[in-house]
Each structure stands twice: as structure tokens, then as C-alpha cells.
């Protein structure tokens, strides 16, 4: 039960945001929030994604867990054209709300949060079905979530010694490298077949523009992670992997809409959160398998997160508390 001081509300900037988030925090929010969904006892509503005339793409994800009065929205999206003005494209803020009278109770600088939260389900994905004594990995993009991702895989996958990563313009990236610098053997890599073909694990964090490698390049026992198909007409698996593999989701039907099985929608698939949950099993003993978990990000991640910072900054006195009235003052 969420408890919260009647007319007013609570916001955090990105400051704030940035100072309360933590790894394990956020995994044990987005854990809870799959299971929550796994279970019906959190409900996704249906998604709002829509391009718009400036070239951007804005779109609403919203749900709401009854049993523990949690409700709330994300509105988010991505703007290409922030990278000319020095800002970042995917933009997000998140609001909670009183699910009894309508108020809303906190506002939320939602960039980390949506970042944070995708690692972490990559992160889970990995523990349960990747192979854990993947050496190496293919990873596509050098961006945020390209780097949260691999921040995740390497608390993850104890034996993760080699990385080959792809840039959109096949240049090497010398931040990002500089970030991992002493954790791990990255390079640059300019042929993506290539370097998924000698990899344990794949994990594809780009714009979904286009497809980035071929089916037949996966190897036998390959975990693949794809997190930049959210949109439909997003694409960035090949077509032929996905009856190869066991295909893992966050949710089913979004997956449908707007992830990867929007271009094979009859593909069976599992949510990550009944494997959380004990109900299903995540990757076999077969050490051929190929598994593949789609990410489309469902808004109980955001809810989830977004509550256990408002708690955390509550007790800590973070953020900035405004006065907001909701009643008439009469």
C-alpha cells in the first residue's frame, strides 16, 4: 500500500532520479513487476505509440496493480533529431497516482528509469536463459541501453570475457570503449555476421531500423536479447531465427504488436514472468538450444521502479514536494 501527504506532490528531476536508482533496487522492481503480470495481478494497459509531424515518435504506457493500489503512466517516446541540439532522443516521465481520487502524487524524470529498468530485465533474461558459462557476446549498438546492457551481462554471466560490438556507422565508438575499460575484452567489430557467429550471447540495443545480422550466422546454444523493436515496423532479428529458437517475452501481446513477433506472430512464446515465478522453465539442459527473449518494455517496469523511488526519496527527503491541490476549495 502506498501511503502519501494529501495535496501535494513529490517530483524528481533527473538529478534526483539518478542519485536513489541502484542495480539491484531496479531488479528486484522489475522482478516484481513480471511476476505481478505473469500472475494477472497487474494489468497492462494497451499501448499508445504514434509518430508524429516532427519526426518523433511519442507514445503512453500505463497500468495499475489493484491489490496494492499502484497506478500510473509513462509517457515516452524517441526524437532523432535531439542528437543535433546535444540531447538525448528517447525522452520519458513518469506519474503515479492515487488510484481512489485521480491525484497525482509523484512526478518522475522517467530517462534513467526507463534505461535502468530495460537493463535489468536484460539482466534477468540472461540469468535464466542464457548458458552460464557464456564467454562472449555480439552486442549491437553503442548508445545508453547498448551500455546498460552489457553493465548488466557482466554482473550477470560470470565468465563474460570478449565483446564485439557494431556501430550503426561502423566506426569504432572511443567513449563507450572507455567505459568498460579493464572489465572486459571490447572491441570493435565492423562485421556483425561475423561476430555473432563466434558468440555465446547476442544482445541487439539499437533503433530498429533494420536487420542486423543473418539467421544462419546464430550458432547452437546462443542466447539472443533484443531490445530495440518497441514500435511496429521496428525490426532487428532476421527472419528464420525465431522458429530456430525458444522465444521468451515481457509481454505476449505486445510482443505481437510492436516487438519482434510482430513479423511472426504464431511463434510460441513464454513471459519471462512465469519463469520468475516457478511456473514455467526457463532454458533447457540442452546445450543446443537457442533462446530468444523480446523486450518491448511493459509499463508495470516503469511502476514498479517509479514507486520504489518515491518511497526511497520520501524517507530521504529527495526531490522537490509542491503544493497541489485536487480538492475545491470551497
Request: negative net charge; glycine residues 10%.
Amino acid at each position: 500500500m502506498t501511503t502519501h501527504k494529501q495535496d501535494t506532490l513529490r517530483v524528481l528531476d533527473m538529478h534526483a532520479v539518478d542519485r536513489l536508482l541502484g542495480m539491484d533496487e531496479v531488479s528486484e522492481a522489475v522482478t516484481e513487476a513480471f511476476v505481478l503480470h505473469s500472475r494477472a495481478q497487474g494489468r497492462v494497459f494497451p499501448v499508445i505509440r504514434e509518430p508524429l509531424h516532427t519526426g518523433g515518435v511519442f507514445g503512453i504506457k500505463a497500468g495499475d496493480v489493484a491489490s496494492q493500489d499502484l497506478l500510473g503512466y509513462k509517457a515516452a517516446g524517441f526524437w532523432p533529431g535531439n542528437r543535433q541540439q546535444g540531447g538525448e532522443p528517447h525522452q520519458a516521465t513518469v506519474m503515479l497516482f492515487d488510484p481512489a481520487t485521480g491525484r497525482p502524487y509523484c512526478l518522475l524524470d522517467g530517462n534513467a528509469i526507463t534505461t535502468l529498468r530495460t537493463g535489468a530485465a536484460g539482466g534477468l533474461g540472461l540469468a535464466r536463459l542464457a548458458r552460464q558459462d557464456s564467454a562472449s557476446l555480439a552486442l549491437f549498438g553503442a548508445g545508453v541501453q547498448a551500455a546498460i546492457q552489457l553493465r548488466f551481462a557482466l554482473r550477470t554471466l560470470p565468465h563474460l570475457k570478449r565483446v564485439r560490438y557494431m556501430t550503426f556507422d561502423g566506426k569504432p565508438d572511443a567513449a563507450f570503449e572507455r567505459r568498460f575499460d579493464g572489465q572486459v575484452d571490447l572491441r570493435h567489430a565492423v562485421d556483425g555476421d561475423a561476430a555473432v557467429a563466434e558468440s555465446d550471447v547476442v544482445i541487439t540495443a539499437t533503433p530498429g531500423a533494420r536487420v542486423l545480422f543473418r539467421a544462419e550466422s546464430v550458432r547452437l546454444g546462443t542466447h539472443v536479447t533484443a531490445v530495440g523493436s518497441d514500435t511496429k515496423g521496428k525490426r532487428e532479428l532476421p527472419e528464420g531465427l525465431l522458429p530456430r529458437a525458444r522465444v521468451f517475452v515481457d509481454d505476449a501481446v505486445q510482443s505481437r504488436q510492436i516487438g519482434e513477433l510482430q513479423w511472426a506472430p504464431e511463434t510460441a512464446c513464454v513471459e519471462i514472468g512465469a519463469v520468475l515465478d516457478g511456473a514455467e522453465a526457463g532454458r533447457s539442459e540442452d546445450p543446443a538450444e537457442i533462446t530468444v527473449f523480446d523486450m518491448t518494455g511493459i509499463a508495470l517496469q516503469d511502476l514498479t521502479v517509479a514507486r520504489m523511488l518515491y518511497r526511497r526519496a520520501s524517507l530521504e527527503g529527495v526531490g522537490t514536494s509542491l503544493d497541489w491541490p485536487w480538492r475545491s476549495a470551497g
